[in-house]
C-alpha cells in the first residue's frame, strides 16, 4: 500500500473548507496518507472552525505572508517533512475542492501506470485554466483518460517526492490569486521533457467558482457543476 503525503492550503472559505475537509477524510483510507493542512491568515472565526474539523493530521497557521500562495505550500511541504517520514508521493491541495471515493487509490494507481511514458505530475480534475497540449488521450483501467496539458493547476497536484526535490520549491513571490506559482512548476517539467497530466472522468472536483477575494474565478464560466456538491 502506498502512502501520500497531503499538503492543504486554506484560507476561510468555511463551507468550502468543511466540504473538502469531510470528503477527505470520509472517501480515503487513514492508512494512505498523512494530512498537513497550512491556514493561510484565515479570519479568527474561520481558524477555529478549521480547527474543530481537523480530526487527523496537523495544522499549521502562517501570517507572515497572507495570501502569496506558492510560500504558504512551500512552508506545508516543509512542515510535513519535520513531521512525517517521506511516504511514496506528495499531493498538494486547495480547500475549495471535493474528494470522490476512493480517489487517492484510483489517482496514484494510475500515475504508476503512466509514470513509464514520462509523466511526472498528476491533476485529480481538470481546470479550463490550462490548455491540453495533445488531443489524443491515453485510457487506462478501460474507465478513466489521462490528458497531456500545458500546466496543470495547484487544487491538485501529484507527483513522486523526487520531482518536488529537483523542480520546487514553487514561486514565492507573486502575490494574489493566480496560476503564477503552478505555471513555472509545471512549464520546468515540460521543458525537461517529460509530462503533466490529468485524469478524466474527474477524481477531484474543483469547487471554486470564486477566488479568495471574492471575485469570478478564472474559467469559471466552462467549470462542470456537480450535483450535491457545494460550489461557489
Not at 483518460?145 to 518536488?164: E, F, N
Not at 523542480?167 to 494574489?176: I, K, S, V
Amino acid at each position: 500500500m502506498s502512502v501520500t503525503n497531503i499538503v492543504m492550503l486554506v484560507k476561510d472559505r468555511p463551507a468550502l473548507t468543511r466540504q473538502s475537509l469531510q470528503s477527505l477524510y470520509r472517501h480515503t483510507d487513514p492508512a494512505q496518507f498523512t494530512l498537513t493542512v497550512i491556514d493561510d491568515a484565515s479570519t479568527a472565526v474561520n481558524y477555529m472552525m478549521l480547527r474543530s474539523l481537523m480530526h487527523g493530521g496537523d495544522l499549521v497557521r502562517v501570517e507572515n505572508s497572507p495570501g502569496i500562495v506558492g510560500r504558504a505550500r512551500n512552508t506545508g511541504v516543509w512542515f510535513t517533512q519535520q513531521v512525517n517520514p517521506r511516504g511514496d508521493f506528495l499531493y498538494l491541495s486547495d480547500n475549495d475542492v471535493y474528494f470522490t471515493l476512493d480517489w487517492l487509490v484510483i489517482l496514484t494507481e494510475l500515475f504508476m501506470a503512466a509514470e513509464p511514458t514520462g509523466y511526472r505530475l498528476f491533476s485529480g480534475g481538470t481546470h479550463p485554466f490550462h490548455k491540453w497540449t495533445t488531443a489524443a488521450q491515453v485510457r487506462l483501467r478501460g474507465t478513466w483518460h489521462i490528458r497531456s496539458h500545458d500546466a496543470v493547476s495547484g487544487y491538485s497536484h501529484l507527483m513522486r517526492w523526487d520531482t518536488w526535490d529537483r523542480y520546487g520549491p514553487l514561486d514565492a513571490h507573486a502575490p494574489g490569486t493566480g496560476q503564477s506559482e503552478d505555471w513555472k512548476f509545471c512549464q520546468d517539467i515540460v521543458h525537461d521533457g517529460y509530462k503533466v497530466g490529468s485524469v478524466w472522468p474527474e477524481l477531484v472536483y474543483a469547487c471554486g467558482l470564486t477566488n479568495t477575494e471574492g471575485q469570478p474565478a478564472v474559467g469559471q464560466e466552462h467549470m462542470p457543476r456537480y450535483p450535491g456538491v457545494i460550489q461557489e
